[in-house]
């Protein structure tokens, strides 16, 4: 991002946060609307992708009404910082959205969600919507769903790239950024890899951290035949031409990230990366390619994946709490055992409420 962009950026994440810090509650049910809650990171690290995020759901909402809302109700989004701006905590926000009759309620990213999980998933009187990729974020949360990357789906997938031809041990480095998202998905893949004659060495950085020539001078010495990264993406590039500026010759591979932006691979280093099949061009069903229309006619740009997993859930949304006749504590059967179509491609739903997306492990 140059200079320029940035401070576009800035000035945009400012007015978002002074609009947000004017609410003071939410439409009430019944006035016409049906309130959706956001809880996002709108300002501060991961902002980009949380305005990506209620971008779709804002289309998604704009869809909904168009087809005639919910038995007549307007979808109206209302968004809440999970990073305080608006003076109130992630607690208070979703305590303040419930007490004004807010029943659904998406909650992202895992930096902000999964250290309230257990809380969340205590919740009886609203239905949560989790944008985040905390492995078991549904597994005890009954009143919940994920519209979302499963990060188990993708260590499954990323793990796929270590070969074990021969019986010798596989020397592998998992690093992995300093946050909750880190630790859950970092953790998981962990759990993948460390098979039968594996050396499995870990390590933690800090999110948009450009100088990796610490780490790097330890992995070289280290000998991988693998390197992992999990994080967010903003230090993808500078990572992977740190550690192979200092001698490594092997495989660096990525979860999926945000906003990728491909680079030059250095010589000698194979890099494989999972990502969704939409964000690979690789979904043209008509849901998909009205989604993309529609987010390039209103914000000029192409959506991500984050957005395409916005705009799915307000749809999906709507669907399950018409077929649950407004009740919350209903809305999960809608999802159990389901398989949806929509801007993402598919999802196929477990009976905890979990999907599997369509992720493919491909190298650049």
Not at 102 to 124: L, M, N, T, Y
Not at 334 to 360: H, N, Q, V
Request: with cysteine.
């Amino acid at each position: 991002m140059n200079a320029k962009c940035a401070k576009f950026f800035a000035a945009a994440c400012a007015l978002a946060a002074a609009a947000l810090a004017g609410c003071s509650s939410a439409p009430k049910f019944g006035e016409n609307v049906y309130p959706m809650g956001a809880i996002l990171p709108l300002t501060g690290e991961n902002a980009a992708a949380a305005r990506e995020a209620l971008n779709g759901m804002e289309l998604g909402a704009e869809k909904v009404n168009a087809s005639g809302g919910i038995a007549g109700l307007k979808v109206e989004i209302v968004p809440r910082d999970a990073n305080g701006s608006d003076k109130l905590s992630f607690e208070e926000n979703f305590d303040a959205l419930r007490r004004d009759g807010v029943r659904v309620i998406s909650v992202g990213f895992d930096e902000v969600v999964v250290p309230w999980h257990q809380r969340i998933a205590k919740c009886d009187d609203a239905f949560v919507n989790f944008l985040c990729q905390y492995p078991p974020a549904t597994v005890d949360a009954p009143n919940s769903v994920r519209i979302f990357l499963n990060g188990a789906q993708d260590g499954d997938a990323l793990s796929k790239v270590v070969e074990r031809p021969d019986r010798r041990d596989v020397r592998i480095v998992l690093m992995s950024v300093d946050s909750m998202f880190g630790k859950a998905c970092g953790d998981y893949l962990a759990f993948c890899v460390r098979l039968e004659r594996t050396k499995l060495y870990t390590d933690v950085f800090t999110q948009n951290t450009r100088d990796f020539s610490i780490f790097s001078g330890q992995i070289k010495r280290l000998f991988p035949d693998y390197v992992f990264y999990v994080g967010r993406g903003g230090e993808l590039k500078s990572f992977v031409e740190s550690v192979a500026k200092d001698g490594f010759r092997g495989t660096v591979a990525s979860g999926a990230v945000f906003g990728f932006e491909p680079f030059e691979v250095p010589e000698g280093v194979k890099f494989f990366r999972t990502a969704t099949l939409f964000e690979l061009g690789k979904i043209a069903t008509p849901a998909s390619r009205e989604f993309a229309a529609a987010y390039r006619a209103k914000y000029g740009r192409a959506p991500t994946w984050v957005a395409a997993y916005g705009y799915d859930s307000v749809v999906e949304l709507a669907k399950a709490v018409e077929a649950a006749k407004f009740n919350p504590s209903k809305m999960r059967d809608y999802f159990k055992d389901r398989k949806t179509e929509g801007a993402i491609g598919s999802m196929e739903f477990d009976r905890t409420a979990d999907p599997l997306s369509e992720l493919e492990l491909t190298r650049l």
